[in-house]
């Protein structure tokens, strides 16, 4: 933007202003095109440039074209119109693919001096672009030094990155690099701009090819992230992961690293494989070497597959790591620990986790709670398993069927007769069906137990269900 668009921009008119833009605006709104002038005469408010300038970034100016054109030509005859009005003249006409009009706007900006730009031009390529123009947009981009516009490394990335936004656009971006490279030098974002297309297209090979010209013309830069991001993510969506882990040891020595987006990319991956390993050595690079703070999906993550496959001592501390992150566990990290707990039989340490859960006001999923009653029950603590039933019932869990069952097999097993008549009751309450089996281990017990009419009560209920 040049110093005459911020300072026009920066001014304001006040109320009066506000006025007269919307003055202008409502017969912009509402008069045929073809009264527009008149209408704008008549309306007894004159035109200033910054009001121009707020017309022609409006809504209506690029739903009514035609319009806009008018009004621009009738403000241009009382005021010197800036550099942005025109360029919203160009952009508003190539937004509606009035390209004839858009080319006789930009021949009067060269005659006129001092108003072309690359922004102009970037406008242009945008239009073009947006509606797969791609031979018109880089005829405009040919003929930029005739209108005294240096077709620079800005101006090229913008053309690229206007192609590169069109679904398909990446060969044509890529065969316009290829044409210019020798006469316009390349900067660290066109790379990144061409590396983000075959990303988004997936084309590992064309990723490759284009990543090694990169480092060999602009060299290494730890601030062309999104240029590294884009590549590895390439290799990550095509299957290539160790070619990937390869490259990223490379940047690390370089010190030029992704951004999140690769790592979020990556960890999604070896979680997905299972791959703790590769899940480690990624983590500690993204957040030791990189400082990137993972965010709460990536922590989930990290530390469900950790609690997976025993290594809960890591879990614990990423666990105590996140809210110096600034980032807040949730259920999901509580319950993938409490899980992997579980699994591995710890019933001491699932105990206290438990209760860790509850000073967090964090609830065990209904999976969990079945799990862990099941283990305690077979490791001798029907204590505990009862206190799990308690959250249970007292945070309204659901589904409970599969702890009930579990529940009342624990405290057959340890003969509480007491508790299994009053959980039963309970459960019965809460509208939970006992499977069958349960049932008849429950007559089997009372009976062996000489229980019978503790039973019968049970029983008499079962039958009103």
Known sequence: MSATEKSTEGEGEGEEGSQRVEAFLDILGRVPMGEVEGALTSCGVGPTAEAAEQVLKSTTCYERPKSAVRFFRWAKASVQLTPLAWNLLVDILGKAAMFDPMWDAVLSMSQEGGLLSVATF????????????????????????????????????????????????????????????????????????????????????????????MVVRVGW????????????????????????????????????????????????????????????????????????????????????????????????????????????ADSDTYNSILEGLIKQRKARETEGFLAEMSKNEQLPSASNCAAAISLFSQEFNPSAAVDVWHCIVEHQITPAEESAKELIAGLLDFSRFAEVKKYTDQMLDMGIELPQPTIEKMKRAFYKAERHHTYDQIARRLKRR
């Open 221 to 328: 830069d730890a601030s062309n992230m999104p240029a590294y991001d884009a590549f590895l993510s390439t290799l990550v969506r095509g299957d290539q992961f160790n070619e990937a882990l390869k490259f990223l040891q490379v940047m690390r020595t370089k010190g030029c690293l992704p951004g999140l987006k690769f790592f979020a990319n990556a960890i999604a991956l070896v979680v997905r494989k299972g791959d703790h390993a590769n899940a480690i050595a990624i983590w500690q690079i993204m957040v030791s070497d990189a400082g990137l703070v993972p965010n709460l999906p990536m922590y989930n993550a990290v530390i469900g597959l950790c609690s997976s496959v025993g290594n809960t001592d890591y879990a614990f501390q990423m666990l105590d790591e996140m809210p110096l992150n600034g980032v807040f």
């Open 122 to 213: 970037a406008s242009m390529f945008a239009s073009y672009c947006a509606r797969g123009n791609f031979k018109e947009a880089a005829m405009a981009f040919d003929v930029m030094e005739r209108h005294g516009v240096t077709p620079d490394a800005v101006a090229l990335n913008s053309l690229l990155a206007a192609m590169c936004r069109r679904d398909g656009g990446g060969q044509a971006a890529w065969e316009l690099f290829e044409r210019y490279k020798t006469t316009v030098a390349p900067d660290a974002d066109t790379f990144a701009i061409l590396l983000e297309a075959w990303e988004k297209e997936g084309n590992v090979q064309r990723a490759k090819s284009t990543f090694g010209e």
